[in-house]
Every structure is written in structure tokens, then in C-alpha cells.
T-cell receptor
Framework: DQQVKQNSPSLSVQEGRISILNCDYT??????FLWYKKYPAEGPTFLIS?????DKNEDGRFTVFLNKSAKHLSLHIVPSQPGDSAVYFC??????????FGAGTRLTVKP | IAGITQAPTSQILAAGRRMTLRCTQD?????MYWYRQDLGLGLRLIHY???????GKGEVPDGYSVSRANTDDFPLTLASAVPSQTSVYFC?????????????FGSGTRLTVV
């Protein structure tokens, strides 16, 4: 029962363009959403989060958008850089103890 | 360097053997977690601990046990390993429920059960 879904296993974009990574969830009790970035042979690292009371959170080149009615969130990276190439995991939690992760999207940014 | 240390980095284990994956954090975080990462499934929570002395079951707890004798250590034990437990295991910690600043993850243990 995957409550958090990332339907695109991979995404390739050109350096300087926008990367848009998508995530859908099914549990309406989720109240906090996060994005993590993972390089090979390393653990995931926290990137950005958003509370369910907001619809947008921005941190430098990274912006997360939340559409509660559609149970959908997205991560925008602009401009994309080759160093952004990694696997991105979407995560969601209700009360924090049971954070659920999506399957991940592998982003490749081509120079 | 503050963070989470996991050991071993990788291990090949015969089915039926007992194995303990070690996890130590030096950030004095209250909460700790164990996840397994499998292709196409992302990270799934095995067990968690909100504070020393307490533990809870996650999404996929069967075949695993944990203990939290102190703040820093959160070992994961496979009592009798089976091939389906072949996976990459990540330990994580957070200072509260981890919602605001996320979890801090270790580098993982790659376990192969043969």
C-alpha cells in the first residue's frame, strides 16, 4: 500500500532549464511533506519541506508546491545544474512518526 | 563530524544467521528510525524510537527487532535472516518528529542474504 507515489522513475533535463518532479499521495491525514536528495552510496539528505497549511515554500533554486485538493506536490528546481543529478524522494507524514517515502525519481541534468 | 554512523557498510549473510546492524548518532536526537530501501519501493519504515527506552513498529517490522537502551544507539537485529531481507538499510534520527527539518540519515548498510 504505497501512500506516496512518484510515478516517474527518471527525468532528464538540460542544464539551466527547469526540473519538475512530481509526487502524489493518498492519505488525507498527511500534514507535512518533504523532499530528500540522495547521491549514490550516501544516505538521503533533507532538501525542503512544506506544511499542509501552505501551498508553496521556496528555498533558493528549490520550490515545493502543494495542491491539497489534488493530493499532489511538486518540486521545481530552477535553474537546474549538473550537481543536482541525484535521486529525489518525496516523503509525507502525519504526526511525524511514520514518514512515508515514494519510490524516488532519478534526475539527470545534462551539461 | 556530527551525524550518524552505521556499521557494517556491507555484509553478505547466510540465510538463517543472526545479524545486528549498528547505528550510532552524536546529535542527541530524541527520535531514531530504521528504513530499508528496495528498488521501486523507496524507503520503508521498519521500526522507530521516539526516545530512549521506547520503540514502535513501522510499515514492515516482521523479522526485525530493535532496542533503544540509550539516546545514541539504535541497533537493528535480524534474528534469522531470509533472502527477502536483502536490501540497503538506513538509520535516521531527528530532534523531534522531524517534520520541520527532516531526518538525518546514515550512509546505509548493504545487506545480501544468500
Amino acid at each position: 500500500d504505497q501512500q506516496v507515489k512518484q510515478n516517474s522513475p527518471s527525468l532528464s533535463v538540460q542544464e539551466g532549464r527547469i526540473s519538475i518532479l512530481n509526487c502524489d499521495y493518498t492519505n488525507s491525514m498527511f500534514d507535512y511533506f518533504l523532499w530528500y536528495k540522495k547521491y549514490p552510496a550516501e544516505g538521503p539528505t533533507f532538501l525542503i519541506s512544506i506544511s499542509s497549511i501552505k501551498d508553496k515554500n521556496e528555498d533558493g533554486r528549490f520550490t515545493v508546491f502543494l495542491n491539497k485538493s489534488a493530493k499532489h506536490l511538486s518540486l521545481h528546481i530552477v535553474p537546474s545544474q549538473p550537481g543536482d543529478s541525484a535521486v529525489y524522494f518525496c516523503a509525507a507524514s502525519a504526526w511525524g512518526n511514520d514518514m512515508r517515502f515514494g519510490a524516488g525519481t532519478r534526475l539527470t541534468v545534462k551539461p | 563530524i556530527a551525524g550518524i554512523t552505521q556499521a557494517p557498510t556491507s555484509q553478505i549473510l547466510a540465510a538463517g544467521r543472526r545479524m545486528t546492524l549498528r547505528c550510532t548518532q552524536d546529535m542527541r536526537h530524541n527520535a531514531m528510525y530504521w528504513y530499508r530501501q528496495d528498488l521501486g519501493l523507496g524507503l520503508r519504515l521498519i521500526h522507530y524510537s521516539n526516545t530512549a527506552g521506547t520503540t514502535g513498529k513501522g510499515e514492515v517490522p516482521d523479522g526485525y527487532s530493535v532496542s533503544r537502551a540509550n539516546t545514541d544507539d539504535f541497533p537493528l537485529t535480524l534474528a534469522s535472516a531470509v533472502p527477502s531481507q536483502t536490501s540497503v538499510y538506513f538509520c535516521a534520527s531527528s530532534d523531534s518528529n522531524g517534520q520541520g527539518s527532516g531526518y538525518t540519515f546514515g550512509s546505509g548498510t548493504r545487506l545480501t542474504v544468500v
